[in-house]
């Protein structure tokens, strides 16, 4: 049996030595565009087609081949976490993603852009995931997951892009993963900066962003200006609790999202989509699910920033009928120190929390209260490394009593978060810029 924590080590030694090999600057004057889109800047740019704001500072490290644009980006957390309840769990463990980014211009109003993403949990995680208080979602050993959040796959992205510019104002671009990601919701929770710092997967997850790994998508999107419109054809079923593996594709849910920066500072979406079975142990359950999202990002000056996400999000269920959660994170970052808070409120079936007898078809709302801490040990020089705890009060109904106990559903963790340092608009990382660019 591997232990997590050697494993967790030898995924920060993989990702150190991944970022550290590109030296990352671009030349003077050349815009940083998305992959996805060449119409884009390379800050708006977050999970699949989603948006975040145009502001929004950039952690990653670049490399540039002739004309050819890399970018990498990741996160490792290896910590300690305790969850109290009966149904709690204390262990130590490491969730983890990394992402490359790559574009390659055609022309000079085409782009041919290629992304990758892929998690070590299913060695850091194990099959049945970490803890996580009043978590539901996916499977282990054929029966539904709680209290615990799921690993993500070995992939969660292999996509390709085309886009192209019909003029100073108008963009369009196709984009296919396998794995990749819908275009339904807002941008996923590690992919937002107000949840950047933080360990866990939001517990409304399952209402808002969980479409970001589907295995077969295809999006053609249209973009004026700072506004968007695109459509996706996708497959609705999670995937499958084997996370090596490439599930089998197929296209049979579809979904849209509006898009809409107004502001440098702002980033809007609306949408709406019909996944078709999502579950595997109700196969012929679908659901309709509508989100909402504002995220606002302030720059506050050098190595200063404030990010801000509201979310919203429905599920409407043919087994269970409609369920909400909403969600606001925020994250305060100024130089070495990172605070940042969480408060969601989801409504949970019975059946999700893998309860007994009537509770199993009773809605129950879960509040999640959730505040923490980063203080970076290293910082600026290429890898971020800090050192950090978070502390999380659950509220709710006193019918859950008889499940969890009587006890304050409570948890807490002190982790480690290794991520690349902070980009300047040239590709540089902040250590590196010359004295009077600081």
Excluded at 130 to 147: K, R, V
Aim: overall charge negative; proline content about 7%.
């Amino acid at each position: 049996m591997k232990n997590p924590f050697t494993s967790n080590l030898a995924a920060a030694a993989v990702f150190t030595a991944a970022i550290a090999i590109a030296p990352g600057a671009l030349g003077d004057g050349m815009a940083m565009q998305s992959s996805v889109n060449l119409a884009e800047p390379m800050s708006r740019e977050s999970s699949g087609s989603s948006w975040v704001p145009d502001s929004t500072p950039l952690y990653g490290k670049m490399l540039m081949l002739g004309d050819d644009m890399l970018m990498l980006h990741g996160g490792i957390f290896p910590r300690y976490v305790n969850a109290s309840t009966r149904r709690g769990d204390d262990r130590i463990d490491g969730p983890n993603w990394f992402m490359a980014m790559y574009s390659h211009p055609i022309g000079d109003n085409a782009q041919l852009g290629f992304r990758g993403m892929m998690s070590l949990d299913l060695l850091t995680e194990g099959g049945r995931g970490y803890p996580l208080l009043f978590q539901t979602g996916e499977t282990w050993n054929g029966e539904a997951l709680h209290d615990r959040q799921h690993p993500h796959d070995l992939f969660d992205e292999i996509s390709l892009s085309y886009s192209q510019k019909f003029g100073p104002d108008f963009s369009a671009y196709l984009y296919a993963g396998y794995p990749g990601e819908p275009a339904l919701g807002p941008p996923a929770f590690m992919h937002r900066l107000s949840a950047m710092d933080n360990p866990d997967a939001p517990l409304s997850h399952h209402w808002q962003d969980s479409t970001h790994v589907t295995f077969g998508v295809v999006t053609l999107g249209a973009v004026w200006r700072d506004l968007k419109i695109e459509g996706s054809a996708f497959k609705g079923r999670e995937p499958d609790e084997v996370r090596y593996d490439f599930d089998r594709p197929k296209l049979d849910s579809f979904s849209g999202r509006i898009s809409w920066n107004p502001t440098s500072n702002l980033a809007l979406q609306v949408s709406h989509g019909f996944i078709k079975s999502p579950e595997e142990l109700e196969p012929e359950a679908n659901r309709h699910r509508t989100t909402a999202s504002l995220i606002y990002n302030v720059p506050l000056g050098p190595d200063r920033n404030w990010s801000n996400s509201f979310v919203w999000g429905q599920n409407r269920d043919s087994g269970h009928g409609t369920t909400q959660s909403f969600l606001v994170e925020s994250n305060y970052q100024r130089g070495r120190d990172a605070f940042y808070a969480r408060f969601e409120h989801v409504e949970k079936p019975g059946s999700e929390l893998v309860l007994a007898g009537i509770d199993n078809e009773r809605i129950f709302p879960i509040n999640a209260y959730t505040v923490g801490y980063v203080r970076d040990l290293a910082h600026g020089g290429g890898i971020d490394v800090g050192l950090g705890g978070q502390f999380t009060i659950n509220d709710v109904p006193d019918g859950l009593d008889r499940y969890y106990g009587n006890d304050l559903p409570c948890s807490f963790q002190i982790f480690l978060r290794i991520r690349p340092s902070l980009m300047s608009d040239h590709g540089m990382t902040h250590s590196e810029m010359a004295p009077n660019e600081k």
